[in-house]
């Protein structure tokens, strides 16, 4: 966390940090400020209550002053409108530069509940960041632009649920687990039909589930298979 910091963009020149602490914030400082609570809590700085507590007032500050108090007590976690320790510049943004996903391959949600059916536009790389929420992807249906589909996680509180058809197989031995579970009842292996789900990244007391439509699994049953 050496370093983070929660500033989306270079500070004012007037009004001092007295006025900095009064700025409106944006979503974005919300979602980031989240991810610093997270791994507050998984390097054990936080319980769990206390995440939970920190986060609420970090979805509802309405000012920089008020996100800067879910921080103030967390070692390298700098706060808005106070010069950098290091004494010299350093860039306003907290993740390195690259190419941003396009909002169509992000599924991000808080204390919510997400589905995607029916002959829904799959991209070959879909991103999660989910916090308290429910997420369930139907493949059953949906259009797929690659043979390979990459889910990258990074959940926390959150639930997944894949529905793939019959022929399809998923791996989910790249998720980091923390606290949670993956209840795989879909063929595993290499990508020989038509669709390959591939699950990674990183989920925090949450679980995931790979299953097929009930239909499929009943005539599996019946047949013997």
Avoid at 51 to 79: H, Q
Avoid at 135 to 161: G, H, I, K, N, P
Avoid at 182 to 207: A, C, E, M, Q, Y
Wanted: with cysteine; charged share 20%; glycine share 10%.
């Amino acid at each position: 966390m050496a370093g983070e910091t929660v500033s989306a963009g270079p500070v004012p020149e007037t009004g001092g940090a007295a006025g900095d602490r009064d700025l409106r914030v944006s979503d974005a400082e919300r979602e980031h400020v989240g991810m610093l609570l997270q791994r507050a809590v998984g390097l054990g700085m936080l319980s769990l209550g206390e995440f939970t507590e920190r986060m609420d007032t970090a979805l509802a500050a309405k000012t920089r002053g008020e996100l800067n108090a879910v921080l103030i007590d967390l070692p390298g976690a700098r706060l808005v409108g106070q010069p950098d320790p290091a004494a010299r510049p350093t860039p306003s943004y907290a993740q390195a530069p690259g190419p941003a996903p396009s909002s169509s391959a992000v599924i991000r949600s808080r204390i919510s509940s997400v589905t995607r059916k029916g002959p829904w536009q799959v991209p070959p790389t879909l991103h999660l960041n989910n916090y308290c929420s429910s997420v369930s992807l139907d493949f059953t249906q949906a259009v797929m632009a690659t043979q390979v589909v990459e889910v990258r996680m990074d959940d926390y509180c959150s639930s997944l649920t894949l529905i793939l058809p019959g022929a399809a197989t998923v791996d989910v031995d790249g998720l980091e687990l923390i606290g949670s579970s993956v209840n795989n009842k879909v063929r595993t292996g290499p990508p020989i039909g038509p669709l390959h789900v591939v699950v990674h990244g990183r989920l925090r007391f949450g679980s995931v589930t790979a299953k097929q439509p009930l239909a499929v699994q009943w005539r599996r049953l019946v047949s013997g298979f």
